[in-house]
């Protein structure tokens, strides 16, 4: 009788250990977790799915990136803006950041603003320094308080990429890594109707 209550106790503190672990990778998904962390698999990470989305207005919000610029994305019409929500500690997010500078050195002259928002609980002291080490040289802000996040609507998971018209209407979601070859024709078509004489700011 006592090896079978030992047995059980056993049998209760595994399953308790599982609970915890996968509420803390939960939390980490939904809520922004802690470098050192991963949110999916390795190098080599699928594309990502590509959502085509009844238009809808970008949030009204005002980004402050880690240069202290401040993007009114309401004011942003006339360009292509690429929104995309990441972490330090997500494995998918970082692998796509080289393709993501790619494409932003590829048409930034031509009106695609990418914008990184960084998801990490501990702000600006762990995503600065990481954007320095990673060259990223697109605008990064840091989304603490989650405020960007909410604008946004839920998000599945990270990363998670919105694309803006430059009507200013959200037109595209893309959940997981950023398929570069699927898009650089969506890209160059909402690029190539743009408006180049509305003003921006």
Not at 93 to 112: Q, T, V, Y
Not at 114 to 143: H, Q, S
Not at 155 to 172: R, S
Request: glycine share 8%; charged share 20%.
């Amino acid at each position: 009788m006592h090896r079978l209550l030992s047995l059980f106790a056993l049998a209760m503190l595994l399953v308790a250990g599982c609970s915890s672990e996968t509420k803390e990778r939960a939390a980490h998904s939904s809520s922004g977790g802690q470098p050192g962390s991963s949110s999916g698999p390795a190098p080599g990470t699928p594309p990502g799915t590509v959502q085509e989305v009844p238009p809808s207005p970008v949030p009204d919000l005002t980004l402050t990136t880690l240069d202290s610029t401040a993007i009114d994305l309401r004011t942003q019409t006339g360009r292509v803006l690429l929104v995309n929500f990441w972490a330090t500690w997500c494995a998918p997010c970082r692998e796509e950041i080289p393709d993501l500078k790619a494409l932003h050195k590829e048409f930034r002259d031509e009106g695609l603003r990418v914008i990184g928002v960084a998801l990490d609980r501990k702000g600006r002291a762990v995503v600065a320094p990481f954007a320095e080490k990673m060259d990223i040289t697109y605008p990064v802000a840091v989304d603490r308080d989650g405020a960007a996040e909410a604008a946004f609507g839920p998000l599945a998971g990270l990363p998670t990429t919105f694309l803006v018209a430059p009507d200013g209407q959200i037109t595209h979601r893309v959940l997981g890594l950023f398929p570069v070859d699927e898009m650089r024709p969506v890209l160059k078509q909402l690029l190539t109707g743009r408006d180049t004489t509305a003003g921006r700011t």
